[in-house]
């Protein structure tokens, strides 16, 4: 069983709409949690921690459930420039642990 | 302004070629980790230091090595025994303590001739 399982999508939403996706990971000892995001052949960038209470940061909520073992990313009136794919991350002992990514596309 | 470099952005091996890919940072951190990114696949751990002068391997390291003389550069070499090196590896940064954030360079292509 992979560490991180991410939905590849695509998700493929029209500008101004609300686009959710969730990731699901394996260890229940598992630390810390990420969203990065990593635009088309370019390194990933940290967008943003999760934390257990949930959290937002502008537009994105980011949720975790413990219990359950998974993440979930919510991405409101979306933009044109939020279109990338987005990476749920997992900090074990002493490493992180990536998912493959869920990709969004934001059309006009 | 500080960072991460890799360097070259495209490498090119032929069979039974080492070569050796750059990373350098400026970001005074003390631990430096190396990826491997396949499509449809998450980022694979190759390597990480946590230290100069220590390094440990990852999930996937056969094939790989490794060094850390300095505190700025961790370079990678992908031996002749790595099967199937055509891949986008990346380099990351973190603080002392732990991998919480961690801070990538801008990756180097392999392509195998």
């Known amino acids: 069983r992979k560490e991180v399982e991410q939905d590849p999508g695509p998700f493929n939403v029209p500008e101004g709409a609300t686009v959710a996706f969730n990731c699901t990971y394996s260890n229940s000892a598992s630390q810390s949690f990420f969203w990065y995001r990593q635009d088309c052949r370019k390194e990933p960038k940290l967008l943003m921690s999760?934390?257990?209470s949930g959290n937002e940061d502008g537009r994105f909520t980011a949720q975790l459930n413990r219990a359950s073992q998974y993440i979930s990313l919510l991405i409101r009136d979306s933009k044109l420039s939020d279109s990338a794919t987005y990476l749920c991350v997992v900090r074990g002992d002493y490493k992180l642990s990536f998912g493959a990514g869920t990709t969004v596309t934001v059309r006009a | 302004d500080g960072g991460i470099t890799q360097s070259p952005k495209y490498l090119f091996r032929k069979e039974g070629q080492n070569v050796t890919l750059s990373c350098e940072q400026n970001?005074?951190?003390?631990?430096m980790y190396w990826y491997r990114q396949d499509p449809g696949q998450g980022l694979r751990l190759i390597y990480y230091?946590?230290?100069?002068?220590?390094?440990q391997k990852g999930d996937i390291a056969e094939g790989y090595s490794v060094s850390r003389e300095k505190k700025e550069s961790f370079p990678l070499t992908v031996t002749s025994a790595q099967k199937n090196p055509t891949a986008f590896y990346l380099c990351?940064?973190?603080?002392?303590?732990?991998?919480?954030?961690?801070?990538f360079g801008p990756g180097t292509r392999l392509l195998v001739l």
């Open positions: 230091s946590q230290i100069v002068n220590d390094f």
């Open positions: 970001l005074n951190h003390d631990a």
């Open positions: 990351a940064s973190s603080i002392p303590g732990g991998p919480e954030t961690q801070y």
């Open positions: 999760v934390y257990s």
